[in-house]
């Protein structure tokens, strides 16, 4: 029991070092980088989702918002949009940028990401009649060809 509360300190002492190495933020941000799918609700009802995100190397990222009709609502439109995430520890701000698929009616929201321990990417979207999100990593998906070849690593 003791040398299990040593190590636990231990590894408690080494965090803050590594979190402080010139290098972290980059170890950081990937957390967030990649291709992630989910649902987020807003006006439209219950809608499919697909954030791509890749580095930039400054400890922001840019990329692709996708979204799409769902079978269970398949009123609501697909587009998509450019977006920039700041990382900030477990958290971080994504926000639109400009479109790239834009289906009438419809606005680019921002979203208030939160990673949770088990791997999921949720929190709020922020956007008229907007509430929740949530995403899970996915393999990279087939995107239109508007919002495909959008993401650069500058």
């Keep these: 029991m003791r040398a299990s509360a040593a190590l636990l300190l231990l ?5 803050p070092a ?14 967030f980088a990649g291709d992630w799918s989910g649902t ?3 006006t439209q009802g219950t809608t499919g989702m697909n954030l791509r ?27 998509c949009y450019e977006v ?3 990382p900030d520890g ?3 701000t994504i926000t639109a940028g400009r479109w790239l698929l ?15 321990e088990d791997g999921t990417l949720f929190g709020h979207v922020i956007g008229p009649g907007c ?15 508007a919002c495909g070849a959008v993401v650069s690593t500058r």
């Design 40 to 42: 987020y609700v807003c």
């Design 53 to 79: 995100l890749r580095p930039q190397g400054d400890g922001r990222l840019s990329g692709v918002f996708h979204f799409f009709p769902l079978a269970s609502n398949p009123q609501a439109a697909e587009g």
């Design 18 to 31: 590594r979190a402080e190495d010139p290098g972290a933020s980059g170890a950081r941000d990937s957390r």
């Design 84 to 86: 920039a995430a700041t």
């Design 90 to 92: 477990d958290a971080a």
């Design 131 to 145: 509430t929740l999100f949530a995403a899970r990593r996915a393999p990279p998906r087939n995107l239109p060809a």
């Design 11 to 15: 590894l408690a002492l080494a965090m």
């Design 102 to 116: 834009h289906p009438p009616n419809y606005v680019t929201v921002d979203l208030d990401a939160e990673l949770d």
